[in-house]
DNA sequence: GGGTCTTGGTTCAAGTTTGAAACAAACCTA
DNA sequence: TAGGTTTGTTTCAAACTTGAACCAAGACCC
């Protein structure tokens, strides 16, 4: 089959969005390399410690989650570990397994940083969009996510019974 | 004024939205990489210069129509030229300027690999739109867009009449 | 003309990302 | 339970990005 190019609205789709997340990816990650000397990912990585249950979560769900490879994410455990912000601890159920919980510190950093970071997202999206387009950006990007999601993993959750819970929650 | 967070709304069509272009970028960009071995910016750079007179563009409008920095322009383009996919030439009007100049290669390159890249596209984003969505999408990113603009430059167009032109075309 | 300021572009070191390869533990199967 | 495969994670080198520092060359100003 003979390709199908892009329509004229779709391109001028295109182009505006991969203007406009490169401008505000940019926005982002200057603001906190400003703040913190850490950019994006690394905030969200702290972030997303902090919602899950007792602060900790495994390297391979943190990626999965983040929708980074585990690859990226070690050498960021690594340099966020190196700053005390979170640690690593051993997953006793799976001597594999390495799980990453966020510190005092790491919860006090993210609790600092989230004002600005906020009123950066704020000032570069949120604020130029009516309450419809929130809701039109994220229905879009959760069909974006989901078509991903298929691809993947050609059947989701094909045995569901043999899903591994996340695990190595517990203190040590 | 204390911290107008994110509604629960905005929270979830932020990470949609993040979680998307992460997943989207990755997907064009591995494309490409397997293609060409060549990231999806070092693509936009010479798709950008296709479509312009002559197919030819000084850095510093390059670097502002791809919203990049000029550092990072000048890393992609000394690749680029290595490959021989594009050529520097001085600006005539200007010495201090230099122009990227897109060579036969260079377009053949292009061609070849724009239909694989459409589909990526398609596959991961169009596809899974309506063509509302589309236009939504579009309008969302151009008001992100646009709030940039001004930020930037205060007054935009301040002085239009002394606006240079991006100008050094011609061939030498 | 000779400062001074701005603009266009590159360079450099430090930090980050990538994908492939390496490892080790866990799982399976005969 | 030994051998083979899969899974969780790290390591490594090569590529890319960043921001600050730098060097011209134009522009402005007296």
Same mark, same amino acid.
């Given at each position: ?5 892009? &329509? ?15 401008? @505000? ?18 905030? =969200?990585?702290?972030?997303?410690? !902090?919602? =899950? ?7 391979? #769900?943190?990626?999965? !989650?983040?929708?980074?490879?585990? !690859?990226? @994410? &070690? ?18 159920? #799976?001597?594999?397994?390495? *799980?990453? *919980? ?24 949120? #604020?130029? @969009? &009516? ?10 990007? &959760?069909? *974006?996510?989901?078509?991903?999601? #298929? ?22």
């Amino acid at each position: 089959m003979t390709t199908r190019w892009l &329509t004229p609205e779709e391109q001028r789709a295109w182009r505006a969005y991969v203007a406009g997340y490169l401008l @505000l990816e940019d926005a982002i990650d200057r603001q906190l390399q400003q703040e913190a000397g850490m950019p994006h990912l690394y905030y =969200s990585i702290l972030a997303n410690l !902090s919602e =899950s249950p007792e602060r900790r979560l495994r390297m391979t #769900d943190l990626a999965e !989650s983040l929708k980074i490879t585990r !690859s990226r @994410l &070690t050498y960021a455990v690594t340099r966020l570990e190196k700053d005390a912000l979170l640690r690593r601890e051993d997953c006793r159920w #799976d001597k594999r397994g390495s *799980v990453a *919980v966020l510190t005092e510190e790491g919860m006090a950093m993210l609790e600092r940083l989230a004002p600005g970071h906020v009123e950066t997202v704020r000032a570069g999206l949120f #604020d130029r @969009l &009516t309450p419809e387009q929130v809701g039109q950006l994220e229905e879009i990007f &959760t069909q *974006v996510v989901g078509g991903f999601q #298929d691809d993947g993993e050609a059947l989701p959750e094909e045995l569901p019974w043999r899903r591994r819970s996340s695990g190595c929650s517990g203190s040590p």
